[in-house]
């Protein structure tokens, strides 16, 4: 799903990736950007980053989102973080319940163009009011790392489907 929608949402979910450290991997990275993109552009009022960490003694990736943004002059009463997911569905519902918590109501789901269609089926099902907006670049450059990322996502997408998988 590569196209972005032009409605103004009171947040982006800035869905997690790796981090290298306090670095956000360059994947994740595309996100935050795009995220930032909106948020300049009066697109999103306010940002969630989603993402617990993958190992003890590592930032969680919503903190290192976080502090991605904060130095490119995003205003830190307009960020959220959410520190408790692992996988895709948790990102989605734990933001979800911090937007409820903020009273927001609509949202703009921020990911890879590969992890989009599987990303907006689980918000549809957790009755999000969301809209794509896919990184306008991706970090999976090269055929031998798009088709296992695009591989995965098929996998996932038709077990998420059919068993409820995330």
């Keep these: ?3 972005s929608s032009p409605r103004t949402s009171d947040a982006a979910i800035v869905l997690g990736a790796a981090v290298q450290g306090d670095i956000p991997s ?3 990275r595309e996100r935050i950007e795009q995220a930032i993109r909106l948020y300049k552009a009066g697109t999103v009022r306010n940002l969630i980053f989603t993402g617990g960490s993958s190992e003890e003694g590592v930032p ?3 903190l290192v989102g976080r502090q991605y943004a904060l130095t490119q002059g995003v205003k830190p009463e307009h960020i959220q973080v959410e520190e408790k997911s692992v996988i895709t ?3 989605l519902v734990y933001a ?3 937007g409820e918590r903020e009273g927001y109501r609509t949202y703009t789901i921020v990911s890879d163009p590969l992890h989009m269609k599987r990303s907006m089926k689980m918000a549809a099902e957790l009755g999000m009011d969301a809209v794509p907006s896919p990184t306008q670049t991706t970090a999976y450059q090269s055929w031998s790392t798009q088709i296992p990322f695009l591989v995965r996502e098929i ?3 038709m077990g998420y489907t059919v068993r409820g998988w995330t």
């Design 60 to 62: 969680a990736e919503a």
């Design 1 to 3: 799903m590569h196209e």
């Design 155 to 157: 996998i996932m997408y």
């Design 96 to 98: 979800l319940k911090i």
């Design 89 to 91: 569905q948790e990102n």
């Design 26 to 28: 360059p994947v994740f």
